[in-house]
């Protein structure tokens, strides 16, 4: 008996299909584009993933937050980068959308830029920034909830309304001032609980970039053929810890933009800023220029990078008394 119930549930629940997924690649650089699912209805999110590889030696530009996607409103929005195993990087950006009708419809292609530091290779092509990867466009529809044979004419299934008695009018009243309330009272709920996120995430900010640093000081250190992918994760760990400690956008800029933005921060000192300058300089060397650096090198990068999360692990602008050991460091 029980195995016929589970035979009819198999049968009685629905068939998913697959995402539609486009790849396209130019030189050292591939993308990847994932749409899921690929049969929605009407009301359902859409999950849409750019997922970018790079060789060693390639800086990524990913798109901006939104680029071409402004026909659909984004719920959500995540993104990542870490190293392959062959020392190139993984970008990747999720984006959760919400179509707003039905129909036919598609994901206009999207722009992913690149500079090619390898050695012999021209960075950009003559008189340009960058290269540019265009991905392919993903066509779908969005089914309708109403059945095709929906007949579209609206009739009163209760015939004439009588008139309104006077409970009733209170009624109304009544509703019209709480629905009122709700609009007045919801952007205020909202800004306190973005609040609340962020000081969450600002307090749990040093824990989870500490937890990742010892990991890294624990772990054997690299071999030659194993620092770039080193220097990706120890920069990875700074990077994000800034994102969350201090709001910049770090993980989305290139070294040069985020340094622009770091200077004109007010809660950092200007110790830190110089820290964190020659810090993240060192690693681009290693992962960019090919630089080799020393056992001792290492063993600085990883002393700078736990300096320099105690002396900013404090609620509020660090305070002056916190530069010091960084500054320590940044003597080494």
Known sequence: MIG?????????????????????????????????????????????ELEVRAESG????????????DRFA????????????????????????QPARSGKQSIPPLLIEFIDRRPGRDPAPEGEDAYELLTESIDFAVASVLADDAPLEFRPPLGALGPLQRGQTNLWVVSALAALALLVAAPLAYRGWSRLRARARRSSAYDTARSELDALIMAPRPTEAEMDTFFVRLSGVIRRYLEDRFALRSPELTTEEFLDELAESPDLLRSHQKVLRDFLSRADLVKFAHYLPTSGDVEDSLDIARRFLEATRGEGTPSSGASGPVDGAAGA
Not at 9 to 31: F, H, K, N, R, Y
Not at 58 to 69: D, S, T
């Open 58 to 69: 390639v800086e990524l530009l990913m798109p901006e937050f939104g680029e071409a996607l």
């Open 4 to 48: 016929w119930i589970l035979v009819l549930l198999l049968l009685a629940s629905p068939v998913l299909a697959d995402p539609i997924e486009t790849q396209v690649e130019t030189g050292p650089v591939s993308a990847r584009v994932r749409l899921s699912p690929s049969e929605p209805a009407i009301g359902d999110p859409l999950i849409l």
């Open 74 to 97: 984004v719920v959500d929005f995540s993104q990542s980068e870490e190293a392959d195993d062959q020392g190139g990087t993984i970008s990747s950006q999720r984006y959760t959308l």
